[in-house]
Structures are given as C-alpha cells and as structure tokens.
C-alpha cells in the first residue's frame, strides 16, 4: 500500500519565492498546497488539512500572525514555520508566541527548510508514538491514563462521562441509537428512561466543544441517538 504523502500547505504573496519553496518540497517527495494570501489560506485549511505549514508572515489583508492564531485556534494538529525577513524579530517572537513550532529568515537556503521540516516531523512522531488512545483535533483521549486532553490541557471527567466519550470515539461516524449506549455504559438491567442519557451528553458537551450549542464532534440523530464525528479521528497504538 503507497504510504501517505506528508501535506505541506505554502502561504507565501511573492509567487516566485512560493513556486520555488513548492518546486523544492515536491521533490523531496512532499504533497503541497498554495496560498498567495491570508485569506486563501483560511479557505484553503479545512480543505486540504495540511500536516505542516510554511507561513510567511508579511502578508496583504490577514497577515501571517492572524493566520497563525487562527490555525492554533482551531486546528492545533499542523507544525507551522514562519517565515520572516532580516529585523523582524518582534514578529517573529510574536508569532512564536502564537503558536508557531520554528522560523527561519529570508533570505534562505531550501535544503535547511527540507531539513527543519524533517526534523519537525520525527519530533511529533516519537511524541505521537508515546501516546495511547484517540485524538480528534484538540482532543486527545489517553486510554492508558483514562484521562482526556484539550489542547493538552487535562479537563476532568466522571467515569460515565468517559466512557460515554470512549465509546464514541471506538465507534466514529456511527449512529449510536440512545439503547444502544444505555445497555453498553449502565447495563442492560438499566431501568432509566433516555433523558439520563441526554443530560450526560450535553454535560460533556459543555466540557469538549468550543460551542456546546453548536457542537462539532457530538452530533445528535434526532428521533434516534448521536454520532461521533469521523474526520480527522486517529487511532494511536
């Protein structure tokens, strides 16, 4: 089976400094992306999910540090490089303390940023390979520890809250009819009625989603029961 290309999403307004990092990064046997501006990148994020950014951060309209807070907001996933010119150093601190993992100054050498990006990657797969359980998104569930992570910050849980979030995460993009998740967290011998399970819900609801009214990884079927959200699921060994 081909193995997976890494995505590299190139945000960069000079076109031949951005058709140059892309050309090299191709070759080195990369999947890229192009933004030409804030806004395309914006747009262009949720649609190619890239594993890592080059971010340039002298940009016209959203600048490269919005773009940076934004991806750290709400895709916390993708490595970000910055890329700033010589004197910028209040940038590129800035930026750094959004969020970026690493910069490198204009004017520079392809090969180095071959390099950086290399060295990115095996850092977050020894880090990922240390992990147990499911991540989506910004969030990580560690079986091991029976603990959960947002934005590797522990959020606390009740034994049911966790096993009600185990279950779905076991089971993405599946609709879980509300019996079903009655008899396979409280037993079959449960004699409760439903709305148990709905308080449980929109309790942990309120401690994973960003907006528990509009909530983005628990879905409800209405009539029946709730799904997990399947994108971007991950299973860690």
């Known amino acids: 089976m081909r193995e997976k290309k890494v995505k590299v999403?190139?945000?960069?307004?000079?076109?031949?400094?951005?058709r140059f990092i892309t050309l090299n990064l191709e070759m080195a046997g990369y999947e890229v992306g192009e933004a030409e501006s804030g806004e395309d990148a914006l747009a262009l994020l949720t649609e190619f999910l890239p594993d890592l950014v080059v971010l340039d951060l002298m940009l016209p309209g959203i600048d490269g540090?919005?773009?940076c807070q934004h991806i750290r907001e709400t895709m916390p996933d993708p490595l970000i490089i910055?890329?700033?010119?010589?004197?910028?150093?209040?940038?590129?601190?800035?930026?750094?303390?959004l969020g970026a993992d690493d910069y490198m100054v204009k004017?520079?050498?392809?090969?180095?940023?071959?390099?950086?990006?290399?060295?990115?990657?095996?850092?977050?797969?020894?880090y990922e390979a240390g992990r147990t359980g499911y991540t989506y998104g910004s969030l990580h569930l560690d079986t091991a520890a029976n603990k959960l992570l947002k934005n590797n910050q522990e959020v606390e849980l009740?034994?049911?809250?966790?096993?009600?979030?185990?279950?779905?995460?076991e089971n993405?993009?599946?609709?879980?009819?509300?019996?079903e998740m009655l008899n396979g967290i409280w037993g079959e011998d449960y004699f409760g009625d439903t709305k148990t399970l709905d308080v449980y819900?929109?309790?942990?609801?309120?401690?994973?989603?960003?907006?528990?009214?509009?909530?983005?990884?628990i879905k409800t079927i209405w009539g029946s029961g709730y799904r997990w959200?399947?994108?971007?699921?991950?299973?860690l060994p």
């Open 9 to 18: 999403l190139v945000v960069e307004d000079e076109a031949s400094i951005r």
């Open 65 to 67: 540090l919005e773009v």
């Open 82 to 97: 910055i890329l700033t010119a010589k004197g910028q150093d209040t940038d590129k601190i800035m930026g750094l303390e």
């Open 107 to 126: 004017p520079f050498n392809p090969f180095e940023l071959i390099a950086r990006i290399k060295a990115m990657l095996r850092r977050r797969d020894r």
């Open 158 to 169: 009740t034994p049911t809250e966790y096993s009600l979030l185990k279950m779905f995460m």
């Open 172 to 179: 993405p993009g599946k609709a879980l009819r509300r019996e």
């Open 201 to 217: 819900i929109r309790r942990l609801r309120e401690k994973i989603e960003d907006n528990p009214s509009d909530p983005r990884y």
């Open 229 to 235: 959200q399947p994108e971007m699921v991950r299973r």
